[in-house]
């Protein structure tokens, strides 16, 4: 009985070792993302607020919390991040309606809040790095990470434009990325824009879990507090103790 249950599990990992090598059809690149530079984060947020915001929201996040959790004062957050006369408390809301960017696109563009929660840092980070120009889509662009998705390139004036360098088909078979090639150069060279991408993955990590800042902060404080009572209870033994032969 036991061996049966040990096969069977055994066959389940390997059956999922196969749905994970289908998914990841394309080899992800590390994003190394650090919560603690704040400054790559808050290069992030002015990313994201520039480049992205125009269609995505982020539901969960208002600007007053960007302004804590960053270190920003409310006029900074609000005169490089906030393009739509939101206030202060407001949730961080494109101007976008969805039914204009379904038609625009053919998929309103969804929701980031909790985008890397779901696929991930290394996948974000990819994604935003694997645009490359597709005349057979309606929108114009294609992704190695994403195929077919309905989003145009935002950071394509950074990048610079990508164009695919197709392997050789087997008959029958539509022909493969083999690899990205830029082809025209961008604002930034290939090492600078590894890093625009991983800041707004950076940004979008810490979207996904506003609490990390917090709850450091308050871990320091449970910490200074426990050794705090760890010294009054010596001390208090040592009161008890002292008479005590
Ligand atoms: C012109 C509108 C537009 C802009 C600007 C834009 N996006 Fe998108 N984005 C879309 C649309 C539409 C989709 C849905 C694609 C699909 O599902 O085919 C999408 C999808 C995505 C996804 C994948 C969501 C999923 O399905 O898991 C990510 C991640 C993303 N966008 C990040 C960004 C980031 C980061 C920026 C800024 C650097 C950005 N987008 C700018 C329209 C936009």
Not at 207 to 227: C, D, F, S
Request: hydrophobic share 40%.
């Amino acid at each position: 009985m036991n061996k049966r249950i040990f096969a069977g599990a055994a066959l389940l990992v390997l059956l999922s070792g196969q749905v994970l090598a289908q998914e990841g059809a394309a080899t992800l690149y590390e994003a190394h993302v650090n919560l603690h530079d704040i400054a790559s984060v808050q290069r992030g947020a002015r990313v994201f607020f520039n480049y992205c915001a125009g269609c995505h929201s982020l539901e969960y996040m208002r600007y007053e919390r960007i302004s804590q959790d960053l270190g920003l004062s409310e006029k900074q957050v609000l005169d490089n991040f906030d393009f739509n006369g939101a206030k202060f408390g407001d949730h961080a809301i494109s101007s976008m309606p969805a039914a204009d960017a379904t038609k625009w696109f053919g998929k309103a563009p969804p929701d980031l809040s909790l985008e890397v929660r779901t696929k991930g840092e290394n996948w974000v980070y990819s994604y935003l790095k694997s645009f490359y120009l597709d005349p057979s889509r309606p929108v114009g662009w294609n992704n190695t990470v994403f195929p077919n998705a309905s989003m145009p390139d935002p950071l394509w004036s950074l990048q610079g434009v990508q164009t695919a360098v197709y392997a050789a088909a087997k008959p029958g078979e539509d022909a493969k990325v083999e690899k990205l090639e830029i082809n025209q150069p961008g604002l930034e060279t290939p090492e600078q824009f590894d890093r625009t991408a991983r800041d707004v993955t950076a940004f979008l990590t810490y979207v996904a879990e506003p609490n990390t800042y917090e709850r450091e902060r308050l871990g320091l404080w449970v910490l200074m507090y426990l050794v705090a009572f760890s010294l009054l209870a010596v001390f208090l033994k040592r009161e008890y103790w002292k008479d005590i032969h």
